[in-house]
């Protein structure tokens, strides 16, 4: 008997299912608010398009019959099912903190309001709106938006569906004006925090300006943690960029900073990692951009990663059972390890968007262990 290899099938799977894959990682929002849903639509709806693309890939070998078994479309289903709840259950493992206590936090989450924002304040908005969907009621959040002074606030507000509602509201209102002045708008936020017991700023801003020497002193004396969010700019001093910088060290927060693309724009997803990253460290509990299918393993490393080794090894036993049904051991080892070694590369690697795809392509949603076909002439 006659034994050929049809190549039309594999690469019309890796191709079929890596544009369903990619085009589900570009949904950066539908990630951040729904991370559960969308991290199982990226394990089953790419692995239906693999499977999708192998039976055209056949269809261009018109004298041959691929060996694979007819599927029955309850194990299909099943299949889909498995590999959905693969990928939605290790988010929700994923997104557990087993390092962090969680505690009440009151924050004073300040917004530059100034004209030179102009740019930036769909993206920012955008951003800001995101995280505060993604809080607990571990936090008391009060909004300010400030240029040169403060120009309208929240009260504290519980990170309930009210408070969020509410919060998200007030950002999505927020005017554009004036110039930019860090005493006011800190000198503010003392205030507001007077007498609160885990209290903390964060602040977003392009803008340039002096700080008081008795200010910091203050939020020293206070135990206020600053975090403060810089969006890069070339005309801000060096002095009061330094200084913004060692106010936020010193008071036991951190500095972070945002660059402008050529275009004049900034990466949104960078500023929700930097608001995601400022309310986690102020001492709650956020989990925004703990996402499955993104990003190094947060600490304790070694307990995150054998979340993904396990999610990615089960994930390749499905997509071998999803095309093949029943097969040997040998094959069924060889598609684990393959999940294994992505979880490996993700976790370890600065694996950008399009490593991602070739890698989940050609070692997952196109693996299929046997391509060999039997002349239907002979």
């Not at 639509?41 to 078994?69: D, Q």
């Not at 990253?277 to 304790?300: H, K, Q, T, Y």
Request: net charge negative.
């Amino acid at each position: 008997m006659k034994k050929t290899y049809n190549f039309w099938v594999p690469l019309c799977a890796i191709l079929f299912s890596s544009i369903v894959f990619w085009g589900l990682l570009e949904q950066e929002m539908l990630a951040q608010e729904y991370p559960i849903l969308w991290t199982g639509a990226c394990l089953s709806l790419p692995l239906l398009a693999g499977y999708v693309g192998s039976h055209l890939g056949n269809a261009f070998s018109r004298s041959t019959k691929i060996l694979f078994p007819s599927a029955h479309p309850l194990r299909l289903v099943l299949c889909l099912a498995a590999a959905f709840g693969l990928g939605a259950g290790g988010q929700v493992l994923y997104s557990l903190s087993w390092n962090e206590v969680s505690e009440e936090v009151q924050v004073v989450f300040m917004l530059d309001g100034s004209n030179s924002m102009q740019d930036f304040q769909a993206d920012c908005q955008e951003a800001a709106s995101t995280i505060i969907d993604s809080l607990d009621e571990h936090y008391e959040v009060q909004v300010v938006s400030f240029a040169s002074l403060v120009l309208d606030a929240t009260d504290f507000l519980i990170m309930d569906d009210a408070g969020k509602a509410e919060a998200i509201t007030f950002i999505e209102t927020m005017d554009i004006v004036g110039g930019t002045n860090f005493d006011n708008a800190f000198q503010f936020a003392r205030q507001s925090l007077e007498g609160k017991e885990n209290p903390a700023v964060i602040m977003l801003t392009d803008g340039d300006a002096p700080l008081s020497d008795d200010l910091i002193s203050d939020y020293t004396a206070a135990n206020i943690r600053v975090y403060t969010i810089r969006i890069e700019n070339d005309f801000a001093l060096a002095e009061n960029v330094d200084k913004l910088i060692d106010f936020a060290d010193a008071s036991g927060g951190m500095d972070m900073f945002i660059e402008v693309d050529h275009g004049g724009s900034v990466d949104q997803k960078e500023i929700l990692a930097a608001f995601d990253e400022a309310f986690a460290s102020s001492g709650g509990l956020v989990m925004a951009d703990r996402l499955l299918l993104a990003g190094a393993c947060p600490e304790p490393m070694f307990v995150y990663l054998a979340v993904r080794l396990i999610v990615f090894g089960l994930f390749g036993l499905a997509a071998a059972y999803f095309h093949y049904g029943k097969l040997p051991a040998a094959y069924l080892f060889g598609n684990i390890l393959s999940g294994m070694l992505v979880a490996v590369a993700l976790s370890l690697t600065e694996l950008n968007e399009l490593a991602f795809v070739i890698l989940m392509g050609g070692l997952l949603f196109g693996v299929l262990p046997s391509y060999r076909e039997v002349d239907a002439h002979v």
